[in-house]
């Protein structure tokens, strides 16, 4: 299986603040990969897909890059909504595999 | 508007079989892939597993042989059981539609928390 190594696993940080969470995948992916944004209760929201494609509707503060085994997720300017879990996953190979998550909360 | 709803026992026993079932409505469950993802209380997420509108199957290996996800296109459902549970099997089940030009999810249910008793 691929192992998608996320980090960090929680962060703290201020409305404004720029944050990066990184995905690291154990071989070649491609851009096979997702950022979903998960808040307590509801399933996981679609935020970028083919690693930095934007999801219509999202925000262009958030910005996905990266390809081949190290992807990065940026959101630019955190807003209070945007606290939350953040997970990628990689649909190159079956099994697809999550990153173990990392939660953004407020400092 | 698609929607998807999840339905099933909420309790299920130890050593037991676990059946959901998830309704599609608002558009065609047709021409698209759709798939099961799960999350135990206070943890990650799990790809369980894939299901095409033709029925070919992808499963996650982690759950060895006692996942079976099937289609019924004339009611617009998807299936998931997972046979012979245990406590590990405790989660909040999603489903969710898979766009095929990208293979990623668009349209998600709003999950539902099985939970294995003992």
């Known amino acids: 299986d691929i192992q998608m190594t996320q980090s960090p696993s929680s962060l703290s940080a201020s409305v404004g603040d720029r944050v990066t969470i990184t995905c690291r995948a154990s071989q070649d992916i491609r851009d096979h990969l997702v950022w979903y944004q998960q808040k307590p209760g509801k399933a996981p929201k679609r935020l970028v897909y083919?690693?930095?494609r934007l999801q219509s509707g999202v925000p262009s503060r958030f910005s996905g890059s990266g390809s081949g085994t190290e992807f990065t997720l940026t959101i630019s300017g955190l807003q209070p909504e945007d606290f939350a879990t953040y997970y990628c996953?990689?649909?190159?190979?079956?099994?697809?595999?999550f990153g173990q998550g990392t939660k953004v909360d407020i400092k | 508007q698609v929607q998807l709803q999840e339905s099933g026992p909420r309790l299920v026993k130890s050593s037991e079989t676990l059946s959901l079932t998830c309704t599609v409505s608002g558009g065609s469950i047709d021409t698209y892939y759709w798939t099961w993802i799960r999350q135990p209380p206070g943890k990650g997420l799990e790809w369980i597993g894939n299901v095409f509108y033709t029925g070919s199957t992808n499963y996650n290996p982690s759950l060895k042989s006692r996942v079976t996800i099937s289609i019924a296109t004339s009611k617009s459902q998807f299936s998931l059981k997972v046979t012979s549970v245990s406590a590990a099997d405790t989660a909040m089940y999603y489903c969710a539609r898979l766009l095929p030009s990208t293979m990623t999810t668009d349209y998600w249910g709003q999950g539902t928390l099985i939970t294995v008793s003992s």
């Open positions: 996953l990689q649909h190159n190979v079956f099994p697809w595999t």
């Open positions: 083919t690693a930095s």
